[in-house]
């Protein structure tokens, strides 16, 4: 039940306070787009059966989370190289990639060759999967990680934090589909010269903070070209994701290739190996729990080393206002309660639901 909630968590708020956040772009308009009719069954499954691999193309985003901008006396941290979530300069990363506007290039060849940039002025962070090695470079800091991907990594380890892909992004939604959801079907579109229908799911519910998620899927291959998270009671998207270039022929292999520059430093990073169904800790107390179901669910976790410590983050005061029993950090999408004593409960509900059920 929790990762089934997790995936209708919109990951790029929720994300963006606590661990990771995602890339996202508006969609330009085009004129009617002429296409077979399908139902939204039809083209649910004609996304579902996707067999694209291969594509390079360009991200653009822009993102109304509701963040506060980063502080002007803290400059922008590196944002290629993994860091603790914890840190000032992870979660200004995070923050950074999460709110205003950015551009990523991507390129794809299969599952073990991805190579994410993201472009900004006049420098660029780059991940580079290869197989089972991993770089992670940031040319504007002059830094350059290696690691070796452990055998048993949890899949979709690539990424430079604040990034996805429209299909890795709309898979989440698209693989927990459930009767708490309303399957429609919007005017057909082109995102990226590639003719698309929109997918619309919406949650029944009433008590969530999401309106709808709008998906287009290509017309021809059924791949996502672009994910839209639109925030209830509110015209203009809070979230959006899409291709502005697309290339489905499979990149050149030299891309997928690194050598650090003269100058940079390297360092060598040591990923921990996780089995790929281990999420929980033993100690059933420590575990998370959900409270509820579907789009209105609120994820309960325990007070540890690890939830306090968010407390003592850099920027706790600047991401939180206070409230009755700690502090609430809130997008338009999500709701996050960081308590008094250290549990953490977070949904996309009002933060009096949180509250309830903190007291609860």
Do not use: C
Not at 201 to 216: F, H, M, W
Not at 228 to 257: E, H, K, N, W, Y
């Amino acid at each position: 039940m929790k990762r089934s909630w997790m995936k209708w968590l919109p990951s790029v708020a929720a994300t963006a306070i606590v661990a990771g956040g995602a890339l996202v772009v508006p969609l330009a308009a085009h004129a009617a787009v002429d296409l077979p009719t399908k139902s939204p069954q039809q083209v649910l499954e004609l996304a579902a059966g996707s067999t694209v691999t291969s594509f390079s193309g360009a991200i653009e985003q822009t993102s109304d989370l509701g963040l506060p901008q980063l502080p002007s006396d803290m400059p922008t941290p590196p944002a290629a190289a993994p860091a603790t979530s914890g840190s000032g300069s992870a979660q200004a990363s995070i923050l950074e990639l999460a709110t205003g506007s950015h551009t990523a290039r991507v390129f794809v060849d299969g599952p073990k060759r991805e190579r994410v940039q993201v472009l900004d002025k006049l420098a660029e962070r780059d991940v580079i999967r290869n197989g089972g090695t991993l770089w992670f470079y940031d040319s504007s800091a002059k830094t350059a990680a290696e690691a070796t991907l452990p055998t048993r990594a949890t899949p979709g380890v690539t990424g430079t934090p604040g990034t996805v892909t429209p299909s890795q992004l709309a898979q989440r939604f698209l693989a927990a589909v459930t009767p708490t959801t309303s399957v429609t079907l919007g005017d057909n579109t082109n995102v990226a010269g590639q003719d698309a229908y929109d997918l619309v799911l919406a949650p029944k519910a009433t008590g969530t903070l999401v309106r709808n998620v709008s998906i287009a899927v290509d017309a021809d291959n059924g791949m996502p070209l672009a994910v839209t998270v639109t925030a209830r009671g509110q015209d203009d998207p809070a979230f959006r994701v899409a291709f502005s270039t697309l290339d489905l022929s499979a990149p050149d292999a030299s891309l997928f290739s690194f050598t650090p520059p003269d100058g940079v430093t390297v360092s060598r990073l040591s990923l921990p190996a996780r089995p790929q169904h281990e999420s929980a800790p033993a100690d059933a107390a420590m575990r998370p729990s959900v409270i509820g179901t579907g789009w209105d669910a609120i994820v309960s976790i325990p007070a540890s080393p690890a939830t306090r410590s968010l407390q003592r983050a850099p920027l706790y005061a600047e991401l939180s206002t206070p409230v009755a029993d700690g502090r609430l950090v809130h997008t338009s999408l999500v709701n996050i309660l960081i308590t008094t004593d250290g549990r953490v409960l977070a949904g996309s509900v009002p933060a009096a639901a949180l509250e309830s059920a903190a007291a609860g």
